[in-house]
């Protein structure tokens, strides 16, 4: 006998006290499944006459106000395009990000530079927040290497 086919596989039965928590319980530790596939999933192991009539019937709140009907997917919208690469750096300083070390808890701060048209994203560890530290950071970063 093989151990996954559902129709020969021995499986709990749900007695009907059992039905509602159940689907509950599962619902909500299985992500917050649809109902096909709560219903795949639930009969390789379960068993309620009416199980489908329960499934169909089940309503999660949470669902309701979180998920949208239909496709969850779409086309990209259109990009316009307004400048050329290069034209344009985007630059900020971002942190402290506090990492735990063996030595103790680090601190990092990073100067970031994207390219507004390409989206190219250059990261660079800052040591302060000076002036003449950013600007060499961002002349090693960035200007060194595309101009
Ligand atoms: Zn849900």
């Given at each position: ?30 992500g ?8 795949a999933?639930l009969?390789t192991r ?9 499934i ?5 709140d949470?669902?309701?106000h ?6 969850s997917?779409r086309?990209?919208?259109?990009w316009?395009?307004?400048g050329?690469?290069?034209e ?13 070390t063996?030595?103790g808890?680090?601190e ?14 250059k990261?660079a560890r800052?040591?302060?927040k ?6 060499t ?11």
């Amino acid at each position: 006998m093989p151990i996954d086919d559902c129709n020969t596989q021995w499986k709990f039965v749900l007695a009907n006290s059992m039905i509602w928590p159940s689907l509950h319980w599962f619902h909500a530790m299985l992500g917050h499944l649809g109902s096909h596939c709560m219903h795949a999933t639930l009969q390789t192991r379960y068993y309620h006459p009416h199980f489908c009539m329960h499934i169909e019937c089940f309503v999660c709140d949470e669902c309701q106000h979180t998920k949208t009907s239909g496709p969850s997917h779409r086309l990209l919208q259109d990009w316009n395009i307004t400048g050329a690469p290069w034209e344009e750096v985007a630059v900020n300083l971002i942190g402290p990000w506090p990492v735990s070390t063996p030595h103790g808890i680090v601190e990092f701060f990073v100067l970031t530079c994207i390219d507004t048209t390409t989206n190219l994203v250059k990261i660079a560890r800052i040591f302060k927040k000076s002036s003449d530290h950013i600007a060499t950071c961002f002349e090693h970063t960035w200007l060194s290497w595309y101009y």
